[in-house]
């Protein structure tokens, strides 16, 4: 299981200033959605993660659907099922891979 990201990373992901992060982050720390935990080796690092039971609020709201895409593809011949795995492999893939701040320093093509 990966660490939860670091305040930095939250930060540079969503593309906002290190103010307009750490108010976010206050606020669902307050409403108990999130919790910040510093780093054993380096205090000044900051990672943020989700409570439990904001964890298992969004488990609960997401199995319907959840079932509903499994009956789906349960009905799914094998090749298309086994094509239709390769795309969304893909599609994840593009996903973690999208940077919403293409232009910032640093990030030209080929850097």
Partial sequence: ?????????????????????????????R?????????????????????????????SRLAPMLRDVGVVLSELDEGTGLRMAK???RVAAAYLAFDPQPDRPGNEEGA
């Fill in 1 to 29: 299981m990966r660490p939860p990201p670091r305040l930095a990373d939250v930060r540079e992901r969503l593309g906002l200033s290190a103010a307009a992060t750490t108010e976010m982050i206050d606020r669902l720390e």
């Fill in 31 to 59: 409403r108990g959605h999130v919790r910040r935990i510093r780093q054993d080796d380096d205090q000044r690092v900051v990672r943020v993660a989700m409570t439990e039971t904001t964890r298992q609020t969004i488990s």
């Fill in 87 to 89: 795309t969304l492999e």
